[in-house]
């Protein structure tokens, strides 16, 4: 159960597989597709049902990873038996998969949480292997069709809280009205422990954590652009 990963208090699922390779993933052990466990999609369904009770108005399920849209064919149906019975679904997504299945998902999710880790290309690719493209272009896809979006930022020290790029990630979406909420989200080094466990090398093992000073900076740069709407984790 999870209070942070959409509105109100969620079932929170975690999917195997991830095309980015972010320098501080909190969760390096679902990059790969040959990680978890399978679990049927009527036991997720059941979990859902049971704990529907405790969702209230706001709450619902959220997919989470890794990245769910690796998996949106198997989702898909899931999806709308989740519908069927009610259930408000939240979508996690670094947006970095194009095609005919994830738009069906996305238009089957009541609301994106769209992960934005850096505007700027360059930046982008350093930190998580890959350009940003696709992530712009679900986020405009999103805005078309009119789908609700929560836009979230990792803020990072010397990585992603570059000024020029925050205001120009600003100047690009600000004007996309089905954005209704930005979550700056502060850098932690939580998942720290999995490297180690993995034998993995953890590269921003001297990146210092957010002052309170750089969590307001930040937060002022995006309120020019989305004003009301933004929020610090």
Known sequence: MGTFDGPGLRLVVFLQGCPFRCLYCANPDTIGTDGGKLTPPDEILAMAVDQKPFFGRRGGITFSGGEPTVQAAALLPLFKRLHE????????????????????????TDLVMLDVKQFNPERHRALTGRDNAATLATARWLMEHDRPMWLRYVLVPGVSDYAEDIEALGEALGAYGNIERVEILPYHT????????????????????????????????????????????
């Open 85 to 108: 019975n009610g259930i408000h679904i939240c979508l996690d997504t670094n947006g970095a998969i194009r095609s005919d299945e994830v738009d069906a998902l996305l238009a089957e």
């Open 190 to 233: 939580l998942g720290v422990h999995k490297y180690e466990a993995m034998g993995l090398e953890y590269k921003l093992k001297d990146t210092p954590k957010n002052t309170p000073e750089q969590l307001e900076a930040a937060r002022e740069l995006f309120e020019r652009y989305f004003p009301g709407k933004v929020v610090v984790n």
